[in-house]
């Protein structure tokens, strides 16, 4: 199994930047695929980015030249960057990983807003 907390979000104003963090523990080698998801009120949850663990990422079009996903591991860490914040990036942001299972953490509140 593989265990998850996420960490970082909170309240920025619109062109602000946060750093979301995801702690991993567990069995991190069967690990296949790490990425972010988020979901806003009375939306469905949405891919933001991922990385592969040959560290290829992939960034849905809404985030690609503001958000940068990046991990540590050494600190067995998983990160979001995210630069130029704007009001629609406003949710709930989930760390997800991937191996033969799935898992997710708990989330962390991000809200764009001035």
């Known amino acids: 199994q593989v265990q998850l907390v996420e960490s970082g979000g909170g309240l920025v104003q619109p062109g602000g930047s946060l750093r979301l963090s995801c702690a991993v523990s567990g069995s991190i080698l069967s690990i296949s695929l790490m990425g972010w998801y988020r979901q806003a009120p009375g939306k469905q949850r949405e891919l933001v980015a991922h990385i592969t663990k040959g560290g290829t990422t992939t960034y849905q079009d809404s985030v690609k030249g503001r958000f940068t996903i990046s991990r540590d591991n050494a600190k067995n860490t998983v990160y979001l960057q995210m630069n130029s914040l704007k009001p629609e990036d406003t949710a709930v942001y989930y760390c997800?990983?991937?191996?033969?299972?799935?898992?997710w953490g708990q989330g962390t509140q991000v809200t764009v807003s001035s």
């Open positions: 997800n990983a991937k191996f033969p299972g799935e898992s």
